[in-house]
Nanobody
Framework: QVRLVESGGGLVQTGGSLRLSCAVS????????MGWFRQVPGKEREFVAA????????LYGDSMKGRATISRDNAEGMVYLQMTSLEPEDTAVYYC????????????????WGEGTLVTVSS
């Protein structure tokens, strides 16, 4: 059974930083692209970042470019999203996702989703 379990969400003030984690099990982690999306209630899910299984190709969405860094630990089956200079507009549920390639994830071709972790940025 494939599981993607996010953690690290919470309440942070404007300008603050947060690191999200995603623990992955049940799939060949070092052969999967991993990524992050976010969703505000009433809006579509938005691509944040993706990183290829070899760590080579990395893509970022426009909304958090320059303020988010995705990383992964293939030995531990973990993927991370370090976010800085957070703004109230970054308030959303953040989802971990797995797919074939970073371009596939950015296009919305997702094989597996996590349940999400809520990030709230206070003004």
């Amino acid at each position: 059974q494939v599981r993607l379990v996010e953690s690290g969400g919470g309440l942070v003030q404007t300008g603050g930083s947060l690191r999200l984690s995603c623990a992955v099990s049940g799939l060949t982690f070092n052969r999967k692209t991993m990524g992050w999306f976010r969703q505000v209630p009433g809006k579509e899910r938005e691509f944040v970042a993706a990183k290829g299984w070899s760590g080579g190709l990395t893509l970022y969405g426009d909304s958090m470019k320059g303020r988010a860094t995705i990383s992964r630990d293939n030995a531990e089956g973990m993927v991370y999203l370090q976010m800085t200079s957070l703004e109230p507009e970054d308030t959303a549920v953040y989802y971990c996702a797995a797919g074939a390639t970073p371009c596939d994830l950015r296009a919305g071709a997702i094989n597996y989703w996590g349940e999400g972790t809520l990030v709230t940025v206070s003004s």
